[in-house]
């Protein structure tokens, strides 16, 4: 953490710099006199000055990383998980920060290297969906949520240009959340610092990522018993009893981030990419100044990635009976209990990119190879090293009057640990009509190893998997719909070979029959009136009966929001949010692990989730006002069920939460 803090305090140190010259800069031009200024001899007067009406305009746009999609910031206030960090389709053991796993089926797609642990992925950042920036004028996004219990999350964005050829950005974000009962306090940290430069005639340009992500969450092992929600003396879920930790000691405390009973997952990633064209110069002279262009026709990338990882459950006061009880594990007389993988993964990749045609940048062939070698060390000190090399190739037409995106882009492994995994997609879109109709075609088709932790290379105590059967994932979707009007319809139809699961806590598994899996997905808004908006989501899911998946037929999200621009600044959107699924058997969490895996004899039968919701924008400045989980006033009754939905066996959701939000972006 004194590496964040460091990191941290620095960012915002030169931040505060930039700000102060900026404000230096402006208060001279305000002050300094020339030639038209009305004095004879040049000095300076102190003037009114008619304000700039453009004073506060700004141009930014950024671009995903590996992506040339040219993408705006979001302006809009409907949807509030916009800015929280799970969205609706994701659900977690209890509050903020805790193990999260997905309603849809979402298998890994992927070839090469994967540890295993994946219970808190959606809280970090993540490489393919870092941003890099260009913008006419600094920018800086702070934004801060307040919920129940003291839940509290702090969010900053920063990015600015240095000149035309280097930008900059910062984000940083921390989450606490003491939870809804006992031992269940959970803390995150997320830092991303980018650098992007382009050298002025456009032949070299360079992109630097540091990502650091940390994931603290107390485990409880779920409620001992949670029927006793629905008769609590004072109404508090904090008065019942959970399977790990010392109830004892525990109590809800905004500012404690600390983790006696629980995992702590930690991502750090470095990369340096580079490359340099060789094509065709130019220049165009407006207004006395010379603009270089350039058109590249050959690349040469390279690409360099560190990441280190660290999965860690530690107990330091460890009940044994209930280890055995509840988890069927006997630790013994053990005074700690402590499990911890570490991960050091290093990539460097090479690759040549040809562009056929001069002026379209998004027409390319890139081939390339890479080479990546892992380590860890285990309990026993003994290291284990390996390595992989792969070949890569992508091609890419984008047409200038951007009707046709077509992709396709391979991977394999050629020699090492993962020999023999391999990645294939295509993908075509076509825009319909000049009202923003569109329809879009994939397929996928993965070939990947079991995780490490599957095979047993891991501290944890996970019996490994007697022989390797490489999983083979086929995936074919469509997807038609229209961004301005806000409709989407789409489908997709996964066949799944030799599918990789836990069958227990403890124990991996291999499905070897095929079985299929279909998903169809509507979104709609309805306009109602003038101001009235119906917002239409609808998830439907299929799956073999014999295969091990267990999910909800149905998922939907269905919103009713009084919206409109009123008072000339004010943009309002209010109203009532519903979210439901189906009944089906949730899979079951062993927190020694950190894996969800599959049961079958219980069954999750919950209420649709309300939430009441007042959001509103004036000029830049949003709020968020939520009232989450209304259906838990209603009683318990046999056809409505509990009044607390659960997300997984012994794990209920929150009662009656209140959240309140702000986001504020000010232009420097």
């Avoid at 930008?167 to 009962?181: C, I, L, Q, T, W």
């Avoid at 501290?459 to 390797?468: A, E, M, R, V």
């Avoid at 998830?539 to 009084?562: E, G, K, S």
Wanted: charged residues 15%.
């Amino acid at each position: 953490m004194s590496f964040v803090k460091t990191i941290l305090i620095g960012c915002v140190f030169l931040t505060m710099v930039q700000f102060k010259l900026n404000a230096q800069q402006y208060g001279a031009l305000g002050r300094s006199g020339g030639g038209n200024s009305g004095s004879s001899n040049g000095t300076s007067k102190d003037s009114l000055q008619k304000r700039d009406q453009n004073a506060d305009s700004i141009t930014i746009y950024y671009k995903l990383y590996n992506n040339n999609e040219v993408l705006k910031l979001d302006s809009s206030i409907n949807d509030f998980f916009i800015h929280y960090p799970l969205p609706y389709t994701t659900y977690n053991l209890g509050n903020l920060g805790t193990a999260t796993k997905s309603y849809l089926f979402s298998p890994i797609q992927k070839g090469g290297f994967d540890a295993g642990f994946h219970a808190y992925d959606r809280y970090f950042y993540t490489l393919e969906g870092t941003p890099f920036y260009q913008t006419t004028r600094p920018y800086t996004d702070f934004g801060y949520l307040l919920g129940g219990n003291g839940e509290q999350m702090v969010e900053i964005k920063h990015t600015q240009n240095k000149q035309q050829q280097l930008n900059f950005s910062f984000e940083y974000r921390f989450s606490n959340s003491p939870g809804n009962v006992k031992n269940q306090n959970s803390n995150l940290n997320n830092m991303r610092i980018t650098a992007h430069f382009q050298s002025k005639r456009k032949q070299y340009e360079t992109y630097f990522v540091m990502l650091n992500n940390k994931a603290a969450s107390s485990e409880n092992g779920g409620l001992v018993k949670p029927s006793r929600l629905d008769s609590l003396s004072l109404n508090n879920p904090y008065e019942l009893e959970t399977r790990l930790g010392i109830s004892g000691v525990a109590f809800a405390n905004p500012f404690n981030t600390s983790i006696a009973t629980g995992n702590t997952y930690k991502s750090n990633t470095l990369l340096w990419k580079q490359s340099y064209d060789l094509g065709q110069k130019d220049s165009i002279v407006k207004d006395t100044v010379v603009i270089h262009l350039f058109y590249p026709r050959l690349r040469f990338q390279n690409e360099i990635k560190y990441e280190n990882s660290e999965f860690s459950f530690i107990d330091n006061a460890p009940n044994a009976s209930s280890y055995l009880k509840y988890f069927n594990c006997d630790i013994g007389g053990s005074a700690i209990v402590q499990f911890i993988d570490k991960w050091s993964v290093l990539t460097n990749e090479f690759s040549m990119v040809s562009y056929p045609q001069k002026n379209n940048s998004n027409q390319f062939l890139q081939v390339g190879q890479g080479y990546t070698n892992l380590n860890t060390t285990l309990d026993n000190q003994k290291t284990w090293n390996n390595y992989d090399i792969y070949a890569f190739g992508v091609y890419k037409n984008k047409t200038r009057n951007q009707l046709w995106d077509l992709l396709t882009a391979g991977k394999l492994y050629l020699n090492g640990y993962h020999a023999g995994d391999y990645d294939a997609q295509f993908y075509l879109s076509r825009l319909l009509s000049s009202k923003g109709n569109y329809l879009k075609l994939s397929f996928q088709n993965s070939n990947r190893t079991p995780s490490t932790n599957y095979l047993g290379i891991t501290n944890y105590p996970i019996i490994s998997l007697k022989s390797i059967q490489k999983e083979n994932i086929i995936n074919v979707s469509g997807e038609t719909g229209n961004r301005a009007t806000g409709w989407k319809l789409g489908g997709s139809y996964e066949l799944i070979n030799n599918y990789h699961y836990f069958s227990t806590g403890y124990k991996p598994a291999i499905y070897t029959p095929a079985f299929s899996y279909i998903r169809g997905q509507l979104e709609h808004k309805i306009k109602l009136s003038t101001h009235w908006n119906w917002y239409d989501e609808l998830n439907v899911q299929i799956v073999d009966q014999a295969a091990p998946v267990n999910l909800p037929l149905l998922l939907t999200r269905q919103r009713l929001a009084f919206e409109g621009n009123f008072y000339k600044n004010l943009f309002l959107s209010t109203g009532l949010e519903l979210i439901y699924h189906t009944d089906y058997k949730a899979d079951d969490y062993m927190p020694l692990t950190g894996q969800f895996y599959v049961q079958n004899d219980y069954t999750l039968h919950n209420r649709p989730t309300a939430n009441a919701f007042l959001n509103f924008m004036i000029k830049r400045f949003k709020g968020y006002v939520r009232l989450e989980n209304l259906n838990t006033l209603l009683l318990t009754s046999p056809s409505l069920g509990n009044s607390y939905n659960f997300t997984s066996r012994n794990y209920p959701g929150t009662g009656t939460w209140f959240r309140v939000g702000i986001w504020w972006n000010f232009i420097n």
